[in-house]
């Protein structure tokens, strides 16, 4: 096709492009603040959180000579590293001990295997006291029997690469040995479990949501309006109400010896040793996470269903449906969008909850979240919070594959 | 009912009232007998009850006082889906999600009627509105025209014999609407069905209808052949909703039978057909169609005096505005005739009318 040019010969998607392109600086810089901070808050801390889960350059930047001298190293042989490999040992743990790094390193090494906390602790007094011209190989092996453990040397081997997948096995409840990776003895196995109850636990708070939602989004979108923004109020107030305020309110209905217990006590319903355990646990998080996640169902719900005109209700009924036929196969399938819409919302934020399932959750309902924040702020191992939190992303970005690929992305509607 | 199925008429209003808060009424008093096989329009402005009467015959208001009888049985009770009777929106509520065919076998499929059966019907009432090809498409697919005829061969497709039609042309331009208003005719012609219609465009109802009920603030104005509504207008509301009207004000003299003599602001005096004076001294409206009044005076009609106050090129006619009887906005279509008799602002003529013509009603 012949391209088009302007009166005085310049090519027309060039003019065009011209012509535009101050408007774009213009929009650009309107909304520079906004990336910025979105860049500098978000991006950049997510990415970094993300190569943290794989990222294990401490164990070959404080022994670089001794991972440099493993790599030659076989460990099938069942033999103890040479003479040399001890050598660079000794020369990287005495600058480590200057630079005070050694317990760090402990620490990392600790995560994999218990007991090398310890030993790297111990290994700062014991390298100042190491003396020159005698092997260095014979004084480990005096000073602690954990350096003459083909285990020890197996773990620097295994984690001296820069880059490790040790996060992420440790995180499906599996373990890197000589052998190849193996799965964690049956007593040592948490975080699968984890996964599996933050998920059927979010598509049950989902469901409840949707079950709860739909007759009140319903009401919302056909009582008068007098009627409904009242009904709306109601339901926005939750919104308005710290979310801790909400929480804590559920905390004194549900405990034992709290309202709903001693309404049922009173009412006989129960004995006064029976009294139901309803929060710390399970159930505690499913009450409480379905009212605080009940609005994400219900707006979008009934944004969709007030574009919907009562009259095509009126129409099958006149062609001959009854009540339940003309909601289930004309009124409903045009709720699809809304449901799309409120269930993957809903979902989304429960599978990621962190504070409900954190104070009314005791320990059989907490969720995969919980664990990342026991990572960051308690163990401190970030590695493994981070490789929890890129396995989490991962769940949910495949999640919302399969609903695009079953429901269809484009089908869902906010409004 | 005492009354035998002979004499009951297909569809029958007995002193429907509704109000939907306890405090007005929205119809007031309604009774209207429909023969099988009859159009009746409904028509009225907005907001007159013309379609809240049609929703309590589908049965989607119930009636506050009063009984509605479908074939001689009463309906109040019937729930709408088991009342058989087809209705056409006014944004022709097609299922946004089924394709034109699955809307039309919707409600064969709620009769339980077999795959082959449903496919025979579909077919047949998609051919009836010339839409044989469009069954594998979405309403959204479609144009207002096409989406209306859908609704339409959705209607009927069951067989209903009673099919209510809700301002169905009010979304189309006025060509579509103007085809589409002959194609209704034309299938209720064909199929012998009876048709209730609710509109508020009267010429759409004048083309239509067999007969027409025109509702004003919860009453039947008049209920009429469509000609005889134009032609005799029972009170002032009827003529002026139906077509236009010449309105001289004036109050009633002398009534001798079927004569009025009135007396209009600017002194003058006239005769005119008594229709609905309420008596001697009382204020009256006289109604004359623009088309009625001639220029120039002829034998047996009543004539006056008219001063010329503008002139309105059309085309097929020449609308002239003058003053007559003190009124300045009365109106006179003047045919062109091509004769090359040109009015001009500021005369004076002699303009008369057939004193039948120019009826008394109610102010």
């Not at chain 1, 909304?31 to 164990?59: G, K």
């Not at chain 1, 218990?114 to 000073?143: H, N, P």
């Not at chain 2, 907005?46 to 001689?72: N, P, Q, R, V, W």
């Not at chain 2, 009135?262 to 409206?285: D, H, M, R, S, W």
Request: hydrophobic share 45%.
């Amino acid at each position: 096709m012949e391209q088009l040019q302007t009166l005085n010969g310049v090519p027309l998607k060039k003019q065009i492009a011209r012509a535009l392109f101050k408007q774009k600086v213009r929009a650009l810089l309107l909304i520079a603040p906004l990336l910025i901070f979105i860049l500098i808050t978000f991006v950049i801390p997510i990415a970094d959180m993300l190569m943290r889960s794989i990222d294990n350059s401490i164990v070959s930047q404080t022994l670089p000579q001794t991972t440099t001298s493993l790599e030659s190293w076989d460990p099938k042989t069942a033999q103890l590293p040479d003479e040399a490999t001890y050598t660079a040992l000794y020369n990287d743990l005495k600058q480590a001990v200057e630079q005070k790094n050694h317990t760090k390193l402990g620490t990392r090494l600790n995560y994999e295997n218990s007991g090398m906390s310890s030993l790297f602790r111990k290994v700062g007094k014991d390298v100042s006291k190491m003396k020159e011209g005698v092997s260095y190989k014979e004084q480990f092996l005096a000073a602690d029997k954990a350096w003459g453990d083909l285990n020890t040397w197996n773990l620097f081997k295994l984690y001296s690469p820069k880059y490790t997948d040790g996060y992420f096995l440790a995180a499906l409840d599996m373990k890197k040995t000589p052998d190849g990776i193996q799965r964690l003895p049956e007593s040592e196995r948490i975080y699968l479990n984890l996964f599996a109850r933050t998920i059927f636990m979010s598509l049950l708070i989902t469901a409840l949501c949707l079950v709860l939602g739909y007759p009140i989004a319903w009401l919302l979108a056909n009582l008068p309006m007098r009627t409904s923004n009242l009904l709306m109020i109601l339901v926005l107030l939750p919104f308005w109400t710290s979310l801790l305020v909400r929480t804590s309110a559920w905390k004194v209905l549900l405990q034992q010896q709290g309202v709903i217990n001693d309404i049922l006590v009173w009412l006989g319903v129960i004995s006064h040793s029976g009294r139901l355990e309803l929060i710390n646990n399970q159930l505690g998080t499913l009450i409480a996470m379905t009212h605080i996640l009940l609005p994400f169902m219900i707006l979008p719900l009934y944004s969709v269903m007030r574009t919907i005109p009562p009259s095509y209700l009126r129409a099958a009924k006149s062609l001959g449906a009854t009540d339940w036929t003309a909601f289930w196969r004309v009124y409903f399938p045009q709720t699809v969008a809304g449901i799309g819409a409120g269930a993957i919302l809903t979902f989304i934020l429960a599978i990621g909850y962190y504070i409900t399932p954190e104070l009314v959750g005791g320990t059989q309902g907490t969720f995969i979240s919980n664990r990342i924040a026991y990572h960051i702020s308690s163990s401190l191992n970030w590695g493994m919070a981070a490789a929890l939190g890129t396995i989490l992303l991962t769940l949910v970005l495949v999640l919302y594959w399969v609903y695009d690929k079953i429901v269809g992305i484009d089908k869902v509607k906010l409004g | 009912m005492s009354q035998s199925q002979g004499t009951q008429p297909f569809v029958l209003f007995d002193n429907v009232q509704k109000s939907y808060d306890g405090i007005t009424l929205v119809v007031k008093s309604f009774n209207l007998g429909i023969d099988k096989g009859e159009f009746i329009t409904l028509l009225g402005p907005s907001g007159s009850g013309k379609t809240t009467c049609l929703m309590m015959l589908a049965g989607f208001e119930t009636a506050t006082h009063g009984d509605i009888f479908l074939d001689g049985r009463s309906i109040n009770n019937i729930p709408p889906h088991k009342r058989g009777i087809g209705m056409v929106f006014q944004n022709y509520a097609l299922f946004p999600h089924m394709t034109v065919a699955e809307n039309l076998a919707f409600p064969l499929e709620v009769r339980g009627m077999t795959q082959t059966e449903r496919e025979d019907k579909v077919r047949k009432a998609l051919d009836m509105v010339q839409m044989g090809k469009f069954g594998g498409r979405r309403p959204a697919q479609l144009s207002g025209g096409q989406q209306q005829r859908i609704a339409l061969a959705r209607a009927l497709v069951f067989e209903p014999s009673l099919v209510l039609m809700d301002e169905p042309l009010g979304a189309l331009d006025k060509q579509l609407r103007e085809h589409m208003q002959f194609e209704i005719k034309h299938l209720h012609e064909h199929l012998g069905i009876t048709v209730v219609y609710v509109t508020h465009d009267q010429s759409e109802a004048l083309t239509m209808s067999d007969r027409i009920a025109v509702f004003n603030d919860g009453i039947v104005q008049q209920l009429a052949r469509p000609a005889d509504l134009y032609e005799r207008p029972s009170n002032s509301f009827v003529a002026q909703f139906i077509g236009e009207n010449n309105k001289l004000k004036g109050i009633v003299k002398d009534l001798k039978g079927e004569t009025a003599l009135v007396e209009f602001t600017n002194g003058q005096q006239a005769e005119a057909l008594a229709v609905n004076c309420e008596g001697i001294g009382k204020p009256t409206l006289c109604s004359i169609r623009p088309e009625r009044v001639r220029i120039g005076s002829q034998a047996g009609m009543y004539a006056t005096e008219g001063k010329v106050l503008e002139l309105i090129y059309l085309g097929d006619h020449i609308r002239c505005r003058m003053s007559v009887y003190g009124d300045d906005s009365f109106i006179v279509k003047i045919p062109n005739a091509g004769d090359g008799t040109m009015l001009s602002v500021g005369q004076t003529i002699r303009v008369g009318w057939d004193k039948n013509d120019c009826r008394a009603l109610d102010a």
